[in-house]
């Protein structure tokens, strides 16, 4: 792959006057990055990182591993190590690996790798660093891996298989646990099986093995045929949102301590959409104010929806186009001037008016080919 510094100009009026609307904090991140790899000499080779400078949109390239399809990433909350699934559509087989991250030099090395009771598409960790959760759409099922004093995993210490099928026989013919949240007290985890149209809702508890137990209620269910992916909640914690991959629609609840109520479901696509949909990624601004979600398919956009601050209920803004370039996993930097996206063949930078929540300056800024996951992490 080749190695360059690329720098966005972006030199919208109203971008420039939302840059100085800037919060005091970090500005410049090491942005890890989940790929799909392969034989193409073109193809992805495994975890990337870059360095982000957020006052004006530069990326420099840092360093990589080789690992085998690292779709999707977690960071632990003292920046030390790395998280990876490692997806294999081949056979419904796949794995989990550790990784000892040096945040300086944006160096990875490899500390261990566990196997996966399924193909894994998801990863998460706690704040206490005490456990990963490991979502397998191949196999349906969840699993918990504890981490060790060494950063290391250790095996499997509980695996909770879902069992039944949705309406849609092509896509959901069995279950397909797609991701897992944690709350933002990381008391309860959220997760969502495409193939059953159900949110599953665990009570946690670091300390306790196994340390999930199903909550009261133990799960919502969504709209059949919707396909469940990811979740997001509000940074007060009030709201949480889920998007649904197959009919492209978000779902928005309230959230107070594992309970959940819906209160609005919200197409991302007019009525009059012909096309095939892919509803991928959802994330909101630091602020609060603004939600994006990613449409794969033939749609290939970003959709823009505002938030009520008081109801949590969202409002269709605008769409943004990935030329044609299937956007999976996003993210807005923490200073909130930023969205990256990962496509097929590169990662995309727009600059977001801060006081609109538009989308600004849609360039190529990294050249790395199927990028799944995008991570930030502050260097400063």
Known sequence: MKKLLLVIALASPVFCSAQKKTKTG??????????????????SKGIYVYRFYAEHGDAAYLNEVETDNPSFLTVTNDEKFVYAVNENNADGSGGV?????DKQTGQLDLINAQKTKGSPAHISVDKEQKNVFVSNYGGGNLQVFPIQKDGSLGAANQTIQDVGKGPNPARQAEPHVHSAFLSPDEKYLMVSDLGLDKINIYRYKSSKVPSLTPADPAFVSTAGGSGPRHITFSPNGKFMYNI?????????????NGKVKEIQMIKMMPDDFKGVNGAADIHITPDGRFLYASNRGTANQIALFTIDQLTGKLTYVNSYSTIGENPRNFTIDPTGKFLLVGTTSR?????IDQATGHLVGNREAIPVASAVCLKMVPVE
């Open 26 to 43: 970090p500005k410049v991140f090491d942005l890890v990055i989940g790929t799909y790899t392969g034989a193409d000499a073109k193809a």
């Open 347 to 351: 990662i995309f930078i727009f600059g």
């Open 97 to 101: 690996s550790a990784f000892k991250f």
């Open 244 to 256: 649904q991959e197959m009919k492209a629609t978000i779902t928005a609840y309230t959230y107070d």
